[in-house]
């Protein structure tokens, strides 16, 4: 569903509820990002040091996690619009192996400017909050 | 430097962190393909796509601008060993003030430490601080920004 494009700026309305997004945390697959960015936080990856801390496992970094709040937007607005502002909050660690769950809604439309604001939250799979966010978009 | 297992004043630790992200600087950043690749295939994004459009997708920002935040928290762990017991990323807040483009000239991130606050919790003493970085494009206009809350665990007394 990447760029898809089929959604039209002006017919999205308040309460329109986007595609909902999951991922796992793939331990191989996280491992690879900490290594793309250097990571060097051993807590997102020494499981000894983020039990420590008091953390039961590897904690996924948020920088990382970010990622798919503006993916699940992007997907679903495709070249119509762009991501101008992400509020993010980050309530509860998500850990490695685990899956997330992201939930989007539109919560405001503006005329002028054209503007839709979008909360998202992300939960586990037992139905926690792990993090919220709100998204601006913009017509591209 | 300080080592061991030294407790600093809220004070100090203020004057050091502020030290800190003034010895850290700008960085010139370029949109490395390979990078930017392997960052899509990790995250399920479709870096053709990408760079069809010429967009670096939004996602992204936090990763591309994320050298000069490593290089702070190296320095933390450097710099204050045995100060600095954990690093907690608890927000961001970030605006793009337009589309950032895979084919733009290099683009420069510049960090300051936007505030610090003591707090004490269920845990012990931390700091709340909050990292501001700009990303410039080559004009030297504001392309977006990151405004990241850490909580910093210290030892910290007075």
């Known amino acids: 569903m990447n760029g898809s494009g089929e959604v039209n700026f002006q017919s999205i309305q308040v309460g329109d509820a986007l595609p909902e997004l999951r991922a796992t945390m793939d331990r191989e697959t996280y491992f690879a ?33 970010f990622s798919f709040i503006p993916k699940m937007i992007e997907d679903w607005i495709g070249p119509a619009g762009r991501v101008a502002a992400i509020a993010i909050k980050y309530a509860s660690p ?10 989007a809604r539109v919560t405001r439309k503006s005329s002028s400017p054209p ?8 939960r586990d799979l037992n139905g926690n909050t792990l993090k919220s ?4 978009l913009e017509p591209a | 430097m300080m080592g061991g297992e030294e ?6 630790f203020q004057k050091e962190l502020e030290a800190l992200v003034a010895e850290t600087g700008a960085l010139e950043l370029r949109v490395d393909h390979d990078a930017l690749r392997e960052y899509c295939r990790l995250t399920g994004h479709d870096y053709a796509a990408c760079k069809a459009r010429d967009r670096l997708p939004a996602g992204y920002l936090m990763t591309f601008i ?17 100060t600095i017991k954990g690093v907690v990323h608890s927000s961001s807040r970030i605006e793009i003030f337009k589309p950032l483009t895979i084919s733009a000239r290099p683009y420069r991130e510049e960090m300051r430490l936007a505030n610090l606050e003591r707090k004490s919790g269920k845990k012990g003493d931390y700091f709340v601080a909050d990292f501001e970085v700009i990303l410039l494009d080559a004009d030297g206009e504001r ?9 910093l665990k210290t030892a910290v007394r007075g």
């Open chain 2, 143 to 151: 392309a977006a920004t990151d405004l990241h809350q850490f909580f």
């Open chain 2, 66 to 82: 994320d050298p000069i935040v490593t290089r702070i928290m190296v320095a933390f762990f450097v710099k204050f060993p045995g």
């Open chain 2, 7 to 12: 407790a600093i004043s809220g004070e100090r």
């Open chain 1, 115 to 122: 503007s839709l604001e979008i909360e998202v939250t992300v």
């Open chain 1, 33 to 65: 990002y900490n290594q793309l960015i250097r990571n060097m936080n051993p807590l997102h990856s020494d499981q000894n040091y983020a039990m420590r801390m008091g953390y039961r496992d590897i904690v996924v970094a948020g920088v990382y996690t």
């Open chain 1, 94 to 103: 998500i850990y490695i192996g685990g899956t997330i769950v992201q939930t």
């Open chain 1, 133 to 136: 966010a709100t998204v601006k």
